[in-house]
Structures are given as C-alpha cells and as structure tokens.
C-alpha cells in the first residue's frame, strides 16, 4: 500500500483490517496509562488538552528568553532523540519541529526522500518503521498516504518490544493534527491580546481549497470543542469543505455557513484563515479550471475588516495574502509560523511526561 518503488513486499496482517475500524474504536490503541501516546488525529485533543498545553508552549517561549533559561530547556530531553520522516515537501512543519527538539535537547535524524531508504530494495514500509524505532524514541512523520503515520503507529503499538511514539506532520489530504493545535494556540493568543477574550463565541472564516487542505479539516475538529463558535467556508463550489466535516459540525452542533461570496464577508467575522489550492492533489489538472482570485485578501480589503479581526495562513502562501496585508497588526501568519515551535515541543514535553521539569521553573527568576 506504501511500497514507493513497486517492488514486492511483505506487508504485516492485520493492518487493513484495523484500518477500515471505526475512528472510535481504533483510539484507545493510541493511548498509554490514559494519556495520549501516539499523535495521529485531531479527534484526539480535548479542550482541557489544548489549554494545558497553551500555558506549556506560554511557559517555554517565556524560559527560552533567557541563555539561563534557554540552557536549562536543553536539558529537559537531552535523553531523547527524534526521526523525522518527510517524504511529502515541507519547510515550517519540518523546521518548527527539528527546531522544537533542539530547543530540549533532542537529537534529530532525518529521512526526506524514501528512495535513499532500503524501501527501493523491497523492504516494506512496517519493516522501515521498525528498523526507524530501533534507533530513536519518537518519530515524527509526514506522507502523502492518509494512513501512513497510523499504520506506523500499529506497527510499533501491536509488532514489536520497542513501542515508541509516533507524530503525525501531515497525511495527505486528511489531518495535520499538530498544525491544528497551534493554530488554535494562534487564535487564543490572537484574541486575548486583540479582545481580552478566547475562542468561545467568536465567528472563524475558512477560504480557498477546503476540499484537499488537511489544516481546515483538522481546525474544524478543534474548534468543535468551544463554545458558540461559528464558522464560514468560502471557497469556489468546486473546493467546498467534505461532507465528513460538515456532518461531524452538525453531530456537534457547531454553527456553520457555506459561500462563495469574500470580499462581503470580511467584515463580519472574527478571524480569517486563508489557504492556499492544494493542485498537487488534482487527478485531472481540476485547479487550473477554477479561478480563485475572487478570494484573494488585498492591502484595500483591510479597511472592510474589524480591528480586532486576526488574519492567519498555514503557509506556503501563493497569492492568497498580498504582502502588502503583512505589515498590518491583524495579520498573524508569520507568528503563528513561529508559534508552531513553542507548540511542539509543549507536545514533546508532554509524550515524554516531563511537563513538570517546564512548570517547576522559576520564571520569577527571568
Ligand atoms: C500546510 C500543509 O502542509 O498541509 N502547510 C503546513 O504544514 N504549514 C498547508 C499547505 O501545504 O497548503
């Protein structure tokens, strides 16, 4: 199913069954005395999870201000070492990871390119995440098959001695878990600092490829857990959100609204959360023949916006922001990028269960 090279392989029994389980059923295998082990779906997270790891990834960036507190992060996982395996193309999930594992100490290795790896002699992909846990204590992981991170985590939950955590970074057009947490992490800072309030009752905007963007998708799951939240998808028809999403928000009982229409929304909501067209997962060139410029924010668009209004992007950005929007309070992008960082290494802190060693220092001392 994973096999690059098309050579034969010999794939462990059981996966596909496990696989085609319902989500709910599949979950528990992930967790470990209670806590969650491997990071693999945004239906994961719970609130009380996410606002505990927000004052985490508070605390770290405030300890890191300082060579004093910076040194003593480093030895926080000085213990520990990561794999990151990215074979799908990536520049802040890689790097706010790599970065978020030396921030602690962490030792990193990596994999980009499955071709350097002995999957092209006819090793299968369970064999390759074995042989991976051998040598580190977590892997991180990115892959254009949804199931990829999943199916490492089985592996390792159910093959072998050595059970070591497993991070999703991205699979395929499905999840990007870890993005969606700090994504919240942006808006929660965004709005305290903007209306001295949270994420309750505020009015999120979606717009451009809802359909193919796995950030949207995991986002949506996220901000189910707040109260009276709404949320607006503006996309062209083509790129509407999945119905799974929409079922999952109704289940949930989450306001949302489905448009075409941009520029005569902008003033009406809390936060915008721009994407870019996902082309690389066209089977048949479907971007070209959409014209998405109708949902491009511009520099003259800013004074339709309200002034506590927060402006975000996962990034890469082609045209959807002008750069011009960059210098403007409201836009958040470039921080929320940054923020990927302190998030994660909150979450490595956490898998490791050394959050204690980051809420026993004194900050007083900063
Ligand atoms: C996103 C991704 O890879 O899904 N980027 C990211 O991780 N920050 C968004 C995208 O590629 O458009």
Redesign the pocket.
């Known amino acids: 199913m994973f096999n690059i090279g098309g050579v034969f392989v010999n794939h462990y029994s059981g996966w596909s069954e496990f696989y085609q389980q319902p989500l709910e059923q599949k979950l528990p295998l992930f967790l470990l005395e209670e806590r969650l082990f491997d990071i693999l779906y945004a239906q994961q997270f719970s609130r009380q999870f996410l606002e505990q790891l927000f004052v985490l990834a508070d605390r770290i960036r405030a300890i890191a201000k300082t060579k004093e507190g910076s040194d003593y992060l480093q030895t926080c996982l000085s213990d520990k070492r990561a794999l990151l395996v990215f074979v799908q193309p ?1 520049t ?2 890689f790097l706010s990871f790599e970065n978020a594992c030396h921030l602690l100490g962490m030792r990193t290795s990596e994999i980009r390119d499955m071709s350097t790896s002995s999957e092209v002699k006819g090793e299968s992909p369970e064999d390759s995440i074995r042989t991976f846990s051998s040598y580190v204590d977590v892997i991180i992981t990115r892959h254009l098959d949804e199931g990829f991170a999943e199916m490492a985590a089985w592996v390792l939950n159910t093959m072998t001695q050595r059970q070591v955590p497993v991070i999703n970074g ?1 699979s395929g057009k499905d999840q ?1 878990p870890t ?1 969606a947490l700090l994504d919240m992490y942006t808006l929660q800072r965004g709005f305290r600092r903007r209306c001295k309030s949270g994420i309750d009752g505020k009015k999120i905007m979606m717009v451009g490829d809802l359909k193919r ?3 949207v998708r995991s986002l949506c799951r996220l901000l189910a857990l707040y109260d009276d939240v709404e949320i607006v998808f503006s996309s062209p028809k083509a790129f509407a959100m999945r119905e799974d999403i929409l079922e999952f928000l109704s289940q949930k009982q989450v306001k949302f609204s489905i448009t075409e229409e941009f520029e005569s929304m902008l003033g009406n909501v809390d936060a915008m959360y721009s ?2 067209i ?1 082309d690389e997962h066209d089977t048949d060139h479907e971007s070209s023949s959409v014209d998405a410029k109708a949902f491009y924010l511009k520099e003259s668009h800013l004074e339709k916006l309200q002034p506590h209004t927060v402006i975000l992007h ?3 950005r082609r045209q959807e922001i002008d750069v011009a929007v960059d210098s403007d309070s409201r836009a958040l992008y470039w921080k929320q990028a940054r923020n990927g960082m302190w998030i994660r290494a909150g979450l490595l802190l956490y898998l490791f269960r050394r959050e204690t060693l980051v809420h026993d220092y004194p900050l007083a001392k900063l």
Request: aromatic share 6%; no cysteine; net charge positive.
């Open positions: 990536s802040r999930t991205g990007h993005q963007g796995r950030t994407t870019r996902q996962p990034f890469p």
